[in-house]
């Protein structure tokens, strides 16, 4: 074969014929289609197959059924030399705004499902590939599509939503299910005959009475968009399966050998072939699904020179049934052992399938759909991973191997212990080719369960799992064999010693089992992975839960011998089932006789979502290359804290194809230097690094491959220097910190000494990645002609990184010009750092004089760019007996990396924010920025607001919980309203949260609720509910007072379009929208004929970044200043010729000789910073407030959570534009959901990011918001100081998501007290299922967890 011709590669995209000829087989299908056809909808987001940005449905015709497959994939991760004989389809394929759009482009983005855009393509895909297999799908199958699928602005619920209108469940959760209801009259909700015709638990607004919160029964709407608009979907109209590819049934069968600068790929025909080239090439890695072998070669550095696809080969992919199971090929995907599974639990008795059913069950929750559709079941026992969610089970059972090699023939293995070898080792010899899989049937007198619990219950690896089997005699309770299999306990899937023969069925048997299972499953401190205890924990809760489910089994068919379950043990065996989410939002209505033309008040459609949906909106990334573009990569430090002894490029260099490598030297020193507001970072770190993943060169070759290849090479020499200080307490006790900072209020001293009571505690918040779906992408351009620089970035703050451009270049602003298109998300995390990759691109394109493209992978931007900060508080609380607080003194702690960045700033924040929504007469609050040798932290959405009220809210909650009293009265006894001072003095006008508050209580039915949840605390051991109530207050301004400024410039052209410019920059948010709202109103024409086209510095200069939640206020009234500018100079030729309209007024201006350009500028008043020094000044110009009532329920055995139930009411004044103001209440409670409860930062004790991508740090997924999600916004509230009476809204609702944090605390104190512990506890964010299950303590994991003092080094270490 490897003599032979190469083949050429035949693919069809989107219904063209590809032919080529010279296909490099390293190369990615998300590459191919990105850079050698350009279609540029397929997203990068993370590489790893763990976002779903890059899905595309493949095609295959199945020659010997007649029938076309049709699956979704991750493009990024799928060979396109795989791909021979198949027909791709992208987003560019199946709709298009210039043609027609398919109708799941259309529903996501009508439905306000695309806010950033990033993530819809590929959200896109994930329900057109769903469609074509099944156009009339239920909301669970929509679930098991999207499981691969991540976004991070939208919360889901929009996304969801405009998919529903697809499935049988239509009418169900996003409406009240009546025939006539408005979501699918698409009219408007006639809320007073709601009211009258249906009860509460019928209507939208389900349980609680959101209709008539404070009496208020009229102008309120839920319709978000119109369902009349979707175009009906016609699965007939549907891109056609290529015929040609029918027509070829050798391209399927054909030998293949593609062979590319460092690989070749060879696809056999025959199983003899097959081993043949195995015999040759020992060290040939077998791909299926790539989805282990391509995560090696691109992120463990692997190189694997010979590659062989066996999907040609018939006995690796045939299933067949046999006597004692069904036989798997090893290279059948595993969804298609699923499809298979699945039919023989239907189709056999109960007792056959019992293992089927437990790898069901399994494979529910392995990896995404579009892994599990190309992912091989003989990859996942091949490889051998320690938590490979297979091997347990398939150990377990007892699974049957068939290997083969050219040389030795055939030969069997069964799995078991001898098994596996090794970290990642099986007898499986190099040369031998795995043939079959034979999972058994399971006999009557069998039981087999499986177990697994990750971090996220979606696309998520294991924690820890498990396979339990038992087979008893027949006809007893007595034990003839058991097996349990672990993964996740050590470097292989262990089985313990379980040797039980003869024993029955018993507690005495569960007792020495566990006792055993503890003793053979050992972990040290070391152990990669962390959680020890929790882990040791999880392995003997999984075998309570086997023994309790065995038992009710046998109690069945024994009850005389063996006691039936209590209701208690049933629950602890129950499993997580999925519910269809519902949700509810409600907005109030624009005024009566409000112009049908004025777009302010109303659900208007986020101005590129069609773009965004189709693929035709443009990327930083998706820019066309300039002709002679370079490609950058980044040099890393590997070192937190060291002097750079040398660097050594030269093999670097030696690459063909690199251009140049960049360090320090140069740079002119002083141009080197920089930094966002304090000049303290450089951009390429000269002599000492300060942190793991700071700039050190740069090389900048002709493509990404070779970039990155070459970057890699570069070596460095260093020598540690000390102090290396990771963590906050590394840093408090070193002293090293910016700061502090402290505000007072009253007499904090006497306030103590006259308080009854006094309390004090500690709290830890952990920091949290920004994971924008689109890492930094950046773009420099260099001028020939005046030695000048265009930069597109993917940046928050032009403005910010031309100032810094223009400063390393040392040229001037106006040689610069900064231009954001749109990001892909930003959250804070764009708004500075950006510049650690912007700057040294601008450097390399100036001195080679050619354009320099970088965009970084997901790995390289976790490590580089800084978190939000994590944060150690302690305070201190003195109240009286009533509850009322007399004195509080509260100390943060941020951990602010290795540079000042804008840390002072967040600290600063936390410090402001933190009397949350409470009076106290006597306050102190003190802040450290510590210096650290982590990566600098930046801003993040709330920056430093959330961490700052969590810490009063713990204190506030401890206070109760001292007292015995309800939480909501000790909150609402100490809640603050209008005529109150902030503890900085600011005196608070029109406070509104005791109206969120008393809303959300009547909307989520809470007092009824809270009974109920106290009964179900009652009947339940092992399952726990909590419910909490919790207010919010967010201050609106720049707490540096020049920054509270704005510009704005407006053309209109003579077609009576209008051109729209403002500084702020568009990340999902919806600014352009709201924008074109503003001025849409102001010149009274429609949305339609404003066009925004990008931020760029050219245009508005000296622009504030976009942030602090503040932008819609800045630029609305700069765009509204600039717009009454044009108006008062269209007046006279309006007042000539009323009737004319907008085109002939515009016309007879511009004759008569009259600018049709303004620009419009505006400065907040009434704010004036707050002077720390001078403890004085008022800091925000005003504050938003909302209130939010969360359920959730926590299984006190794995430390699992669902959230049951989430009610929102945010007071965002006359919202300007309700569909994305909700979304932005979605969006950011999701995303505080995230930091409370799932996201956990991980570093070494080096200070190296163990948390670098989708694989490893978790943020939430559609599983993870609450299974029923009402969102109101506060009615009848104008707000004086803002833009058309609105509040700002991108920050403020991010807190609410602490309710979900508080409720969990609860369900545990619940547990707790039951179970003997103290129900005062200290429990740090996030509430993980780690903490969670530790925090339950019980006999278990009393059992689980080790006295003696473990000396090892531990694998990760709180920062
Ligand atoms: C995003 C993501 C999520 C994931 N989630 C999970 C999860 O939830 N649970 C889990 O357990 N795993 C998970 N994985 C790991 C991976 O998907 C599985 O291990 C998968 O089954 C591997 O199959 P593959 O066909 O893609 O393997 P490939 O990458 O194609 O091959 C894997 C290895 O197996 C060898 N091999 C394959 N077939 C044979 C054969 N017939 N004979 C000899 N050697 C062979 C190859 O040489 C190679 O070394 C995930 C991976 C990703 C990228
Ligand atoms: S880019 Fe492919 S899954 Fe993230
Ligand atoms: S819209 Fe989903 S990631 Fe931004």
């Keep these: ?588 209505t624009v005024p009566p006789g409000q112009s049908a033309l004025d777009p302010i008040g109303r659900p208007l459609t986020h101005a590129s979502a069609l773009q965004q949906a189709t693929g035709e909106a443009l990327y930083v990334d998706d820019l066309p290359r300039f002709k002679g573009e370079l490609y950058g990569a980044l040099v890393l430090s590997s070192r ?125 918040v952990g920091g949290q990645e920004h994971f924008y779906l689109e890492t930094n992408a950046h773009l420099a351009v260099p001028r020939c002609e005046d030695g000048g620089m265009d930069v597109f970035s993917s940046t928050q703050n032009p403005t910010l990184t031309q100032q810094l451009v223009a400063r390393a270049l040392g040229i001037a602003c106006n040689r610069v010009t900064c231009r954001v298109k749109r990001m892909g998300g930003g959250f804070g995390g764009k708004e500075t750092r950006n510049n650690s990759v912007s700057l040294p691109i601008c450097v390399a394109a100036s001195v080679l004089k050619r354009p320099v493209r970088i965009m970084l992978d997901r790995d390289e931007d976790m490590q580089i760019t800084g978190t939000r900060h994590p944060f150690l508080g302690r305070w201190k609380v003195g109240f009286t007996a009533e509850g009322v607080f007399t004195a509080m003194d509260v100390e943060f702690y941020a951990n602010a990396g290795c540079s000042a960045n804008q840390s002072l700033e967040v600290v600063q924040k936390a410090m402001l924010s933190m009397d949350n929504v409470y009076r106290c007469k006597n306050r102190r609050v003190t802040g450290y920025a510590c210096k650290t040798n982590l990566p600098s932290n930046t801003a993040f959405r709330g920056f430093g607001g959330p961490q700052g009220m969590m810490f009063t809210e713990d204190m506030v909650s401890r206070t109760a919980d001292f007292l015995g009293m309800a939480h909501d009265e000790l909150r609402r006894k100490n809640m603050i309203d209008s005529g109150d001072v902030t503890h900085f003095e600011q005196s608070l006008e029109r406070c509104t949260v005791r109206r969120c508050w008393d809303d959300v209580i009547a909307q989520a039915n809470y007092h009824t609720r809270r009974e109920a949840v106290e009964r179900f605390n009652k009947a339940n051991k092992y399952r726990k509910r909590g419910i909490y109530l919790l207010p919010t207050k967010f201050g609106i301004a720049f707490s540096d007072l020049s920054l509270n400024q704005a510009g704005a410039l407006v ?90 309209g907008w085109d002939k007024w515009v016309k007879a201006a511009y004759l008569g000789r009259v600018s049709l350009s303004a620009t419009g500028f505006h400065k907040t008043s009434g704010v004036t910073g707050f002077d720390f020094e001078m403890q004085k000044g008022i800091p925000f110009t005003y504050f938003t407030y909302g209130a939010a009532v969360t359920e959730v329920e926590v299984d006190c055995l794995t430390g699992d959570h669902s959230v049951l139930r989430t009610d929102i009411v945010m007071d965002v004044g006359d919202s300007l534009n309700p569909a994305l103001d909700i979304g932005q209440v979605e969006g950011g409670f999701t995303q505080g959901l995230g930091l409370f409860t799932l996201e956990e930062l991980r570093f070494s004790p080096e200070g190296v990011l163990l948390t670098r991508g989708p694989g490893a740090y978790k943020i939430p997924g559609f599983q993870d918001i609450p299974r029923e999600f009402n969102v109101s916004l506060l009615r009848g509230a104008p707000n004086p100081r803002a833009i058309f009476s609105s509040k700002a809204i991108g920050e403020p609702p991010l807190f609410l998501a602490s309710s979900v944090f508080l409720a969990i605390k609860e369900a545990i104190a619940s547990a707790r007290a039951e179970r003997g512990f103290d129900p005062l506890f200290r429990f740090d964010s996030p509430a993980t299922a780690e903490r969670i299950r530790m925090a339950c303590g019980d006999a278990l994991a009393r059992m689980a967890t080790t006295d003696t003092e473990d000396t090892s080094k531990p694998w990760s270490v709180t920062v």
């Design 1051 to 1140: 053309h209109v052209y003579t077609d009576g379009s209008v051109l729209l410019t403002h500084g702020g920059t568009e990340m999902g948010q919806g600014l352009h929208t709201k924008m074109i709202q503003v001025a849409s109103r102001v010149l009274r024409i429609p949305a339609s004929r404003i066009y925004i086209s990008e931020t760029s510095t050219d245009k508005v200069p000296n622009a504030t970044s976009t942030a602090a939640s503040f932008s819609s206020d800045l630029y609305g009234m700069a765009v509204l200043n600039a717009c009454n500018t044009i108006m008062n100079r269209l007046e006279p030729y309006i007042s000539k010729n009323p009737k004319a």
């Design 640 to 764: 937190a804290h060291a002097r750079i002894l040398s660097t050594d490029a030269s093999d670097a260099r030696r690459m063909e194809g690199v251009e140049r490598v960049f360090f320090a030297e140069d740079l002119e020193a002083e141009r080197n230097k920089t930094g966002c507001i304090l000049l303290d970072e450089e951009i390429f770190a000269s002599d000492t690094v300060t942190c793991v993943g700071q700039v050190i060169g740069l090389v900048v070759a002709k493509d990404q491959a070779t970039a990155q290849r070459a970057a890699k090479l570069v070596r460095i020499e260093y020598e540690d220097v000390k102090p290396r200080i990771i963590t906050i307490q590394d840093a408090i006790r070193e002293k090293s910190w910016w700061g502090p900072w402290t505000i007072h209020q009253g007499d904090v001293e006497q306030g103590f000494s006259a308080s009854p009571h006094v309390l004090e505690g500690e709290m830890h």
């Design 1 to 588: 074969m490897e003599r032979g011709p190469l083949s050429t590669l035949v693919l069809f995209v989107n219904g063209k014929k590809l032919e080529d000829a010279e296909v490099d087989p390293e190369v990615t299908l998300l590459t191919y289609l990105r850079q050698k056809l350009r279609l540029c909808g397929t997203k990068l987001g993370c590489g790893e197959g763990g976002c779903g940005a890059c899905t595309v449905m493949i095609s295959k015709y199945d020659h010997t059924t007649d029938k076309v497959e049709h699956y979704s994939a991750n493009a990024c991760l799928t060979p396109v030399a795989s791909l021979h004989g198949r027909a791709v389809t992208t987003v560019e394929g199946i709709g298009s705004t210039k043609t027609r759009l398919h109708a799941a482009q259309e529903r996501i983005a009508l439905a306000h499902g695309s806010q950033c855009g990033f993530c819809t393509p590929g959200m896109v895909m994930s329900m057109y590939t769903l469609l074509r297999n099944n156009p009339r799908p239920t909301m669970a199958d929509v679930d098991e599509y999207f499981a691969g699928n991540l976004c991070r602005c939208t919360g889901y619920r929009p996304i969801l939503e405009g998919f529903r209108s697809f499935t049988t469940d239509a009418a169900t959760g996003g409406s009240c299910g009546r025939s006539d209801c408005c979501r699918k009259r698409g009219k408007g909700c006639d809320i007073k005959e709601m009211n009258g015709e249906v009860n509460g638990e019928m209507n939208c607004e389900v349980n609680g009475d959101v209709n008539n919160v404070n009496g208020v029964t009229d102008n309120i709407s839920h319709v978000l968009y119109d369902t009349e608009e979707f175009q009906p979907y016609d699965p007939s109209q549907d891109i056609i399966f290529p015929p040609e590819l029918k027509l070829h049934p050798e391209w399927q069968r054909q030998n293949l050998v593609f062979r590319g600068p460092r690989v070749s790929y060879f696809r056999p025909s025959s199983l003899s072939q097959l081993l043949s080239l195995k015999a040759e090439h020992p060290g040939a890695r077998i791909v299926v699904g790539n989805t282990e072998v391509g995560i090696e070669v691109k992120f463990k550095n692997q190189t694997y020179p010979v590659l062989i696809n066996p999907t040609n080969v018939v006995e690796l992919t045939k299933v067949a049934l046999t006597k004692e199971g069904v036989a798997f090929g090893a290279s059948v995907t595993l969804s298609v052992v699923e499809g298979t599974l699945r039919r023989q639990v239907n189709s056999l008795p109960e007792y056959r399938t019992r293992i089927f059913t437990a790898i069901l069950e399994m494979l529910r929750w392995f990896g995404g759909k579009q892994i599990r559709n190309t992912a091989a079941i003989g990859g996942n026992i091949v490889t051998s991973s320690p938590i490979s969610d297979l091997n347990p089970l398939l150990a377990a059972a007892g699974a049957r191997l068939t290997v083969r090699s050219a040389e030795f023939g055939e030969r069997e293995i069964v799995m078991d212990q001898s098994f596996f070898t090794g970290y990642r080792r099986n007898t499986i010899r190099p040369e031998e080719v795995l043939v079959t899989v034979l999972i058994p049937y399971s006999q009557k007198n069998e039981y087999f369960l499986g177990f697994k619990q990750s971090r996220r219950r979606e696309d998520d690896i294991a924690i820890v799992n498990a396979g339990m089997r038992v087979r008893f005699l027949q006809e007893t309770a007595v034990v003839e064999r058991l097996v349990v299999a672990f993964g996740g306990m050590g470097p292989t899937t262990v089985l313990p010693l379980m040797d039980y023969e003869g024993r029955s069925w018993d507690s005495s048997l569960l007792e020495t089992g566990t006792s055993r299972l503890l003793q053979e499953l050992p972990l040290s401190a070391s152990a990669p992975g962390g959680m020890v205890e929790y882990r040791r924990t999880l392995a003997v809760s999984f075998f309570f839960k086997f023994y309790l489910s065995v038992r009710g089994r046998l109690s069945e068919q024994f009850p005389s011998l063996v006691a039936a379950l209590t209701e208690e043990e049933q629950e602890a065996t129950k499993v997580y089932r999925y519910t269809t989410p519902r949700s509810t939002q409600l907005f109030q």
